[in-house]
T-cell receptor, first 114, second 112 residues
Framework: EAQVTQNPRYLITVTGKKLTVTCSQNMNHEYMSWYRQDPGLGLRQIYYSMNVEVTDKGDVPEGYKVSRKEKRNFPLILESPSPNQTSLYFC?????????????FGEGSRLTVL | GDSVTQMEGPVTLSEEAFLTINCTYTATGYPSLFWYVQYPGEGLQLLLKATKADDKGSNKGFEATYRKETTSFHLEKGSVQVSDSAVYFCALWNFGNEKLTFGTGTRLTIIP
């Protein structure tokens, strides 16, 4: 089954404790992206990747890092989480980039930073 | 920059009612427009899209027409069902960007 898989789905952590949210897709897509969803703000892009070893900042990259060492994986790293990073995070992929508009989303990872 | 404005929710309707969710956009050039749906506990799914002016996107009984003169892409359905309860997001893509710009989402609840 074609899918985007995120882990963990739920996480409560404390300020400053490094964490990684993994994202993996099995559709051989070149393009992958991370969004955060906050009430009243919709979804905002954090980072995206056009292909292996190619990443770029989105609208809200501060406090986050990403890497793209393999085509299928695009982990989101919070080096020193803060409470303002409490949010619902979505990973997405696409075969042809954002221009097709057809992004395939994971089920989301709800992160709480205390 | 580009932006998308959706009608404020939540929206509550009775089953078989007519649905309209308003969406307007601000963008340079000729963006592509999309509606995504998020069912409870799930990620977003593409519902429909339109890539040029006057195009009509449709899927699962939902429709939206790309109106460049009014910069709008309103979502409509003639007879909603309980299973349509979800959050609906209007979004746009513009040339040169590698992201979708989303509206804030509209939560729809259908009562039997």
């Amino acid at each position: 089954e074609a899918q985007v898989t995120q882990n963990p789905r739920y996480l409560i952590t404390v300020t400053g404790k490094k964490l990684t949210v993994t994202c993996s897709q099995n559709m051989n897509h070149e393009y992958m992206s991370w969004y955060r969803q906050d009430p009243g703000l919709g979804l905002r892009q954090i980072y995206y990747s056009m292909n292996v070893e190619v990443t770029d900042k989105g609208d809200v990259p501060e406090g986050y890092k990403v890497s793209r060492k393999e085509k299928r994986n695009f982990p989101l790293i919070l080096e020193s989480p803060s409470p303002n990073q409490t949010s619902l995070y979505f990973c997405a992929s696409s075969p042809l980039g954002a221009g097709t508009g057809e992004l395939f989303f994971g089920e989301g990872s709800r992160l709480t930073v205390l | 920059g580009d932006s998308v404005t959706q009608m404020e929710g939540p929206v509550t309707l009775s089953e078989e009612a007519f649905l309209t969710i308003n969406c307007t956009y601000t963008a340079t050039g000729y963006p592509s427009l999309f509606w995504y749906v998020q069912y409870p506990g799930e990620g977003l799914q593409l519902l429909l899209k339109a890539t040029k002016a006057d195009d009509k996107g449709s899927n699962k009984g939902f429709e939206a027409t790309y109106r460049k003169e009014t910069t709008s892409f309103h979502l409509e359905k003639g007879s909603v069902q309980v299973s349509d309860s979800a959050v609906y997001f209007c979004a746009l893509w513009n040339f040169g960007n590698e992201k979708l710009t989303f509206g804030t989402g509209t939560r729809l609840t259908i009562i039997p």
